[in-house]
């Protein structure tokens, strides 16, 4: 975990503005088309350190082997029901967003301005393309790779499954650097990390991310408000 924050943190802070350095760009000053394709370079190589360091830290324990990292579309019948049920506690998740909008009128994403919400008021229909991609594709699958199929089974082995849910709960909310998105998050994370005690199946954690991700960008396209 240490190593993927450190991957995290280098990748948007130094290897991202380096590289634009070097290029003689500003990110500021690129299109909005110019920085949903920066947002997907930076999502994309999320996803290939999350992988990297997962492979190079776990490959010698065979975790596949192990039944870690599983995510089969088959057989239907063990993961549907549950993960139907999980879509159930959605609304409970969304009136926390809303609520949390209230308790922090003004919070801002602690490693600066959220440039995707910036970008989806005045963006193109190709720039909204992308983003799409990278919240309903990309981040659903990097993060449900380092928080459900590595962190909360690796507690597992310190504390009982649902404790280890909860401290799952509170890294995937953490990680998003907001006060206003912590809350909700927070309960995302508590639905996606039961569902995945239950199935044992990371698919499922995954469709249900892209779903809710889908749900929140059809917001902040069509409807214009901002809740996660």
């Not at 370079?41 to 039944?67: D, F, K, M």
């Amino acid at each position: 975990m240490f190593l993927w924050f450190l991957a995290f943190w280098m990748l948007g802070y130094c290897a991202v503005p380096n590289s634009l350095d070097l290029l003689g760009l500003d990110g500021a000053d690129l299109s909005a088309r110019g920085q949903a394709l920066l947002h997907l370079l930076l999502e994309c190589g999320e996803l290939g350190a999350t992988v990297g360091i997962l492979w190079h830290s776990l490959r010698a324990y065979r975790p596949l082997n192990l039944g870690w990292f599983r995510a089969r579309a088959r057989p239907l019948r063990a993961w549907l029901c549950p993960a139907l049920l999980a879509c159930a506690f959605f609304p409970l998740v969304d009136l926390a967003a809303a609520r949390s909008q209230g308790w922090f009128p003004i919070d801002k994403d602690l490693w600066g301005p959220n440039m995707m919400e910036q970008n989806l008021a005045a963006g193109d229909v190709v720039s909204k393309a992308v983003y799409f991609v990278v919240v309903t594709v990309c981040a659903p699958v990097w993060e449900e790779a380092i928080f459900r199929g590595f962190l909360l089974p690796s507690l597992t082995k310190y504390m009982p499954a649902m404790a280890a849910v909860a401290v799952s709960a509170l890294g995937f909310a953490g990680a998003h650097f907001s006060m206003q998105r912590f809350l909700p998050i927070m309960l995302l994370g508590m639905i996606l990390g039961t569902l995945y005690v239950r199935t044992r199946n990371l698919l499922p954690c995954v469709l249900l991310h892209s779903l809710w991700n889908a749900y929140i960008f059809w917001q902040l396209t069509c409807r214009g408000t901002v809740v996660m």
